[in-house]
């Protein structure tokens, strides 16, 4: 705190007598989103090369520090250090051909003297669903004081110091390489030491291509260390399921190869197995003897690690991770259930480590954003940080490019940015991203961004123009037909009804965003279709299959649970028009099924979405009772397990899954009573149902304000203190309830 007081003030009196300024004349002690003098660099010839990392160093002479910043634009992934410290990793992903700008305060970091300015960054060059596949290169420039005194193109050096193994298999299908290392104790030496002499000539870096740079908008990540405790047989734990680098401090008396295995969960015998989903969750490293501090250069998901030594002799002292997450700590949520209570902090940790510049559905074993999730975990991250700074970059990269790579012109790719030189699409959740613009302009009012959206969105309707029959309905999707992971996902061709239920509401949509009422119609006949044929009197039916023989169209008897829930989330029918389905559902399906299956015939739903959608169906028809009941049946063993909520019911899979973080979102809603926030009408909708609860202490971020609410409830009479933003008028949704409300 004393150095940063006594730079701040020798830069004031700098600037007193005549000291640095900006460009334009003006004083600037902030830091601007653009580079001056930087030019995009690598090394000569190898800019498409695999799995190639560069070691980039400048020293910068410093005779005092009033203000020092960096910019940093790469392709794929960069570290950051400065005199051996962790400052950063990035960047912010962005479009095919795109790349956001990463700006970071180096003051904290700087001394007096000489320091070392330390970027590794890795050239994966690799077709997967976390970066994208495109030519390496770093640009990255520093100001000090407001002069660059450091610049790609002018500065830098840059090694292949071969510290990692450049020939090794992919983490995953969705991901690029693992990690593997060949290190000597001095291994940081490179980014410590003013006076390293390295054993390796510096690359020939050559300029590259000029690059479509744009501002990075979002925050910064949380880098916060917290230590794993050793367990009995030796493997370490975190508190909960963790999302960053993971760091280990150890000894090693004789020349070793070691593994540090690591996982969400132990297997049957308490040990990690860290091939347990179909990804190669190891770190390997060849260490020399020495003592030495380890860190991933990848952000990693797991809640147990353990070394495994192959050979040689070490001993392990400690293990940590880096947290890699967003900040989303100004939410606040007490109630008199510690349940509940537990699960938002779990939602809540489950959001953090999914949403960092762009929605992931899980961190570990792919990273990029898929859409249908971003629908579920967007409404969270606006609940959490009280703005839609994600969700804007989310969505602005699906319309950045003038053209997707690989796939069919007018569709948008399921998860982005990636890479997916199969061809490959989820036709639906295209659907899914305009569902979704409809509500962040709601939450935003937006209209510039809606606007851009325009004709990406009116190529999606007329991309499925060819794939509707006789009967006005969509037939035949191409590629990954989805609707959830069940049985449902088994019975999607050649008529599937959930996907032409959520179509009928996208065409909704787009009359609601654009005043398309021919389209309004299309979805009111395509509603009456759906209805004629899936109905069968008791359920939906899933399928219809196109009888080769015949040319006729035939129903099948597949029923699933989750396509119920489809036909009444996305309004093709409503409780009041099918009563006698929607009372089944609602008494007969859910946790119940576990102990009483009445109708075995219907496939039950997943985690992912089915049971998300009957969480919004119960909360239409204000059953928050049921809601807190169901949600401590089915997801408290989430958060006993590993403390984030999980892809699917069961741990199989991913058990850190970003759309289920919508919990949250739920709690919020139907628990604390704040129904909507609408900022652009500066309203607060407040609706509170009797559930059984006795009281309620919350308070949820609105931009740089915030909304607080407290309640007691008592025979159905709720006596409620709330504060809002100013500016902001509250509206109370009559219940059921008595409702007595002061405003603070």
Same mark, same amino acid.
């Given at each position: 705190?004393?150095?940063?007081?006594?730079?701040?003030l020798?830069?004031?009196?700098?600037?007193?007598?005549?000291?640095?300024?900006?460009?334009?004349?003006?004083?600037?002690?902030?830091?601007v989103?653009?580079?001056?003098?930087a030019?995009?660099?690598?090394?000569?010839?190898?800019e498409?090369?695999?799995?190639?990392?560069?070691?980039?160093?400048?020293?910068?002479?410093?005779?005092?520090?009033?203000?020092?910043?960096i910019r940093?634009?790469?392709?794929?992934?960069?570290?950051?250090?400065?005199?051996?410290?962790?400052?950063?990793h990035?960047p912010?992903?962005?479009?095919?051909?795109?790349?956001?700008?990463?700006?970071?305060?180096?003051?904290?970091?700087?001394?007096?003297?000489?320091?070392?300015?330390?970027?590794?960054?890795?050239?994966?060059?690799?077709?997967?669903?976390?970066?994208?596949?495109?030519?390496?290169?770093?640009?990255?420039?520093?100001?000090?004081?407001?002069?660059?005194?450091?610049?790609?193109?002018?500065?830098?050096?840059?090694?292949?110091?071969?510290?990692r193994?450049?020939?090794?298999?992919e983490?995953s299908?969705?991901?690029?390489?693992?990690?593997?290392?060949?290190?000597?104790?001095?291994?940081?030496?490179?980014?410590m030491?003013?006076e390293?002499?390295?054993?390796v000539?510096?690359q020939?870096?050559?300029?590259?291509?000029?690059?479509t740079?744009?501002?990075?908008?979002?925050?910064?990540p949380?880098y916060?260390?917290?230590?794993a405790?050793?367990?009995?047989?030796?493997?370490y734990?975190?508190?909960?399921?963790?999302?960053?680098?993971?760091?280990?401090?150890?000894?090693?008396?004789?020349?070793?190869?070691?593994?540090?295995a690591?996982?969400?969960l132990l297997?049957?015998?308490?040990?990690?197995?860290?091939?347990r989903f179909?990804?190669?969750?190891?770190?390997?490293?060849?260490?020399?003897?020495?003592?030495?501090?380890?860190?991933?250069?990848?952000?990693?998901?797991?809640q147990?690690?353990?070394?495994?030594?192959?050979?040689?002799?070490?001993?392990?002292?400690?293990?940590?991770?880096?947290?890699?997450c967003?900040?989303f700590?100004?939410?606040?949520?007490?109630?008199?259930?510690e349940?509940?209570?537990?699960?938002?902090?779990v939602?809540?940790?489950?959001?953090?480590?999914?949403?960092?510049?762009?929605?992931?559905?899980?961190?570990?074993?792919?990273?990029?954003?898929?859409?249908?999730?971003?629908?579920?975990?967007?409404?969270?991250?606006f609940?959490?940080?009280?703005?839609t700074?994600?969700?804007?970059?989310?969505?602005?990269n699906?319309?950045?490019?003038e053209?997707?790579?690989?796939?069919?012109?007018?569709?948008?790719?399921?998860?982005?940015?990636?890479?997916?030189?199969?061809?490959?699409?989820?036709?639906?959740?295209?659907?899914?991203?305009?569902?979704?613009?409809e509500?962040?302009?709601?939450?935003?009012?937006?209209?510039?961004?809606?606007d851009?959206?325009?004709?990406?969105?009116?190529?999606?309707?007329?991309?499925f123009e060819?794939?509707?029959?006789?009967?006005?309905?969509?037939?035949?999707?191409?590629k990954?037909?989805?609707?959830?992971w069940?049985?449902?996902?088994?019975f999607?061709?050649?008529?599937?009804?959930?996907?032409?239920m959520?179509?009928?509401?996208?065409?909704?949509?787009?009359?609601?965003?654009?005043?398309?009422?021919?389209?309004?119609?299309?979805?009111?006949k395509?509603?009456?279709?759906i209805?004629?044929q899936?109905?069968?009197?008791?359920? +939906? %039916?899933? #399928?219809?299959? &196109?009888?080769?023989?015949?040319?006729?169209?035939? *129903?099948?008897?597949? /029923?699933t649970?989750? @396509?119920?829930y489809?036909?009444f989330?996305?309004?093709?029918?409503?409780?009041?028009?099918?009563?006698?389905?929607?009372?089944?559902?609602?008494?007969?399906?859910?946790?119940?099924?576990?102990?009483?299956?009445?109708f075995?015939?219907?496939?039950?739903?997943?985690? +992912? %979405?089915? #049971?998300?959608? &009957?969480?919004?169906?119960?909360?239409r028809?204000? *059953?928050?009772?049921? /809601?807190?009941s169901? @949600?401590?049946?089915?997801?408290?063993?989430m958060?006993?397990?590993?403390?984030?909520?999980?892809?699917?019911m069961?741990?199989?899979?991913?058990?850190?899954?970003g759309?289920?973080s919508?919990?949250?979102?739920?709690?919020?809603?139907?628990?604390?009573?704040?129904?909507?926030?609408?900022?652009?009408?500066?309203?607060?909708?407040?609706?509170?149902?009797?559930?059984?609860?006795?009281?309620?202490?919350?308070?949820?971020?609105?931009?740089?304000?915030?909304?607080?609410?407290?309640?007691?409830?008592?025979?159905?009479?709720?006596?409620?203190?709330?504060?809002?933003?100013e500016g902001?008028?509250?509206?109370?949704?009559?219940?059921?309830?008595?409702?007595?409300?002061?405003?603070?």
């Amino acid at each position: 705190m004393k150095k940063r007081l006594f730079n701040f003030l020798v830069a004031a009196l700098a600037i007193l007598m005549g000291g640095y300024s900006c460009s334009n004349g003006e004083v600037d002690l902030c830091h601007v989103e653009q580079f001056t003098k930087a030019k995009p660099v690598w090394a000569e010839g190898r800019e498409k090369e695999k799995n190639l990392t560069l070691s980039f160093r400048e020293i910068v002479d410093a005779s005092f520090v009033g203000s020092a910043y960096i910019r940093i634009a790469a392709s794929c992934n960069y570290r950051l250090t400065v005199n051996g410290e962790f400052v950063s990793h990035g960047p912010c992903v962005a479009a095919h051909d795109f790349y956001r700008i990463d700006c970071l305060d180096l003051e904290p970091y700087m001394k007096w003297g000489k320091n070392i300015i330390a970027i590794e960054v890795a050239g994966y060059n690799d077709d997967n669903y976390y970066l994208l596949n495109q030519p390496s290169f770093l640009q990255a420039e520093v100001e000090l004081n407001g002069d660059v005194v450091a610049a790609t193109g002018e500065q830098f050096k840059a090694y292949e110091l071969g510290q990692r193994k450049q020939d090794v298999r992919e983490f995953s299908f969705q991901r690029p390489y693992v990690e593997h290392y060949i290190l000597s104790p001095d291994y940081r030496a490179w980014m410590m030491d003013a006076e390293w002499t390295p054993q390796v000539e510096p690359q020939k870096l050559v300029e590259q291509s000029a690059k479509t740079l744009i501002a990075r908008h979002v925050d910064y990540p949380d880098y916060t260390i917290h230590q794993a405790q050793k367990m009995e047989n030796g493997v370490y734990k975190y508190k909960s399921n963790s999302t960053g680098f993971i760091g280990a401090k150890l000894t090693v008396e004789e020349k070793a190869k070691i593994r540090f295995a690591f996982d969400e969960l132990l297997s049957d015998d308490g040990h990690v197995n860290g091939s347990r989903f179909g990804c190669y969750c190891y770190l390997t490293y060849e260490l020399e003897p020495g003592e030495y501090t380890l860190e991933a250069y990848e952000p990693n998901t797991g809640q147990y690690v353990e070394m495994y030594v192959d050979q040689g002799k070490a001993t392990l002292h400690d293990i940590y991770m880096r947290d890699y997450c967003g900040n989303f700590q100004k939410a606040q949520f007490a109630c008199d259930n510690e349940n509940l209570n537990r699960l938002f902090e779990v939602a809540r940790e489950t959001l953090r480590q999914n949403a960092l510049d762009i929605f992931m559905d899980c961190p570990s074993r792919e990273r990029a954003g898929w859409l249908c999730d971003s629908y579920f975990t967007s409404r969270v991250a606006f609940d959490m940080a009280g703005d839609t700074k994600i969700e804007k970059n989310f969505l602005e990269n699906f319309l950045l490019p003038e053209k997707h790579k690989y796939i069919m012109d007018g569709m948008l790719p399921m998860c982005y940015p990636s890479d997916h030189p199969n061809e490959n699409f989820i036709p639906s959740w295209a659907m899914f991203y305009v569902l979704e613009l409809e509500e962040y302009l709601h939450r935003t009012g937006d209209q510039a961004l809606v606007d851009k959206a325009k004709k990406r969105v009116y190529d999606l309707v007329r991309f499925f123009e060819p794939y509707y029959n006789e009967d006005g309905l969509l037939e035949s999707l191409p590629k990954w037909v989805f609707v959830e992971w069940s049985a449902a996902n088994d019975f999607v061709q050649d008529v599937n009804y959930p996907n032409n239920m959520i179509f009928a509401e996208m065409l909704d949509v787009v009359d609601r965003l654009y005043g398309d009422k021919a389209l309004a119609e299309k979805a009111d006949k395509m509603r009456e279709e759906i209805i004629r044929q899936s109905f069968n009197g008791e359920f +939906f %039916i899933d #399928n219809a299959i &196109r009888n080769k023989r015949t040319g006729k169209l035939e *129903l099948t008897d597949n /029923i699933t649970e989750t @396509c119920q829930y489809y036909a009444f989330h996305f309004n093709t029918v409503s409780p009041k028009s099918h009563p006698e389905l929607w009372a089944k559902l609602r008494d007969k399906f859910g946790p119940v099924r576990k102990t009483n299956n009445e109708f075995p015939q219907v496939h039950p739903a997943n985690a +992912f %979405i089915g #049971n998300y959608l &009957r969480l919004e169906l119960l909360s239409r028809e204000k *059953l928050s009772a049921q /809601i807190l009941s169901e @949600c401590i049946d089915e997801y408290m063993i989430m958060a006993e397990r590993t403390g984030t909520l999980w892809e699917n019911m069961t741990p199989h899979a991913s058990c850190n899954h970003g759309f289920a973080s919508h919990i949250a979102h739920v709690l919020k809603r139907d628990v604390a009573g704040i129904y909507d926030v609408a900022p652009v009408e500066k309203k607060i909708y407040l609706r509170f149902i009797d559930s059984g609860l006795k009281q309620c202490k919350v308070s949820f971020p609105v931009g740089e304000d915030k909304i607080a609410l407290e309640w007691s409830a008592e025979n159905g009479t709720f006596d409620v203190r709330a504060s809002i933003p100013e500016g902001y008028t509250c509206e109370v949704i009559p219940t059921s309830s008595k409702v007595n409300i002061s405003m603070e």
